[in-house]
């Protein structure tokens, strides 16, 4: 039987079909949790000037079975979030995600040295997925360098990037659609094209790196 393409982060709603698996992404305060496997955090872009809610929401609902990871959450150097409220919510993510051992997809944007520093300082215990990782090849193998993951998306079908899908190790990444309409399918096309492998062994490594960070079985 064939494996199914596997979405790691995405903002639609589909649930699982045999053929497909995504992972849609929850944000406390802007959408309503979903029955089916999800990923939910308090994205930087979205934390109130009081998070106590928030975090209240996270750790009631962080907890429940179809919640496979907390985040995006993460740094953004781009939106009007004060610095030290993203840092001291980014914080407690951590630490939640630590005390229910779920892994943690990350939102970074010009920040990734502080992203770095504060995973450390807090001691990270979980595998860490880098979301919609766009940046140069150098920063890609520091992070992987650290045991971390990548989610590689939409970007790479510019054709800037062949260089990264060269060099990066099948057993360290995942792909995803992110808030894109295109199609999953499109994108693990072009990097099996890229890194010159069969489509089949691409789905069946990233199903492999899936279960590994995740533990959750499809199927």
């Known amino acids: 039987m064939s494996l199914p393409y596997i979405n790691i982060h995405t903002h639609c709603t589909l649930a699982p079909t045999p053929q497909l698996f995504p992972l849609p992404n929850v944000i406390i305060s802007k959408n309503y949790l979903f029955p ?5 955090g308090i994205h ?3 934390i109130e000037e009081q998070p106590t809610a928030q975090l209240d929401a996270l750790h009631q609902y962080g907890k429940k079975k179809q919640v496979l990871a907390i985040g995006e959450c993460g740094l953004d150097k781009l939106c009007h979030t004060a610095w030290s409220l993203q840092e001291m919510v980014f914080r407690e993510q951590i630490r939640y995600a630590n005390s229910i051992q779920k892994p943690l997809i990350i939102h970074c944007v010009r920040a990734y040295q502080e992203c770095l520093l504060i995973l450390r300082e807090e001691k990270v215990e979980v595998p860490v997925l880098f979301h919609g990782f766009q940046k140069k090849t150098e920063l890609a193998m520091q ?3 650290e045991g971390y993951y990548l ?4 970007s790479l079908l510019s054709g800037n990037k062949d260089e990264l899908i060269q060099r990066l190790p099948l057993e360290k990444i995942l792909l995803e659609t992110d808030d894109k309409s295109i199609s999953i399918m499109d994108i693990y096309a072009y990097f099996c094209r890229v890194q010159k492998i069969e489509l089949e062994l691409l789905k069946e490594q990233l199903y ?4 590994h960070i995740f533990r959750y079985p499809i199927g």
Request: with cysteine.
């Open 36 to 40: 089916h496997p999800c990923s939910l």
């Open 44 to 46: 930087p872009w979205y």
């Open 143 to 145: 992070l992987l360098n």
């Open 151 to 154: 989610s590689l998306g939409p």
């Open 208 to 211: 492999q790196n899936f279960t």
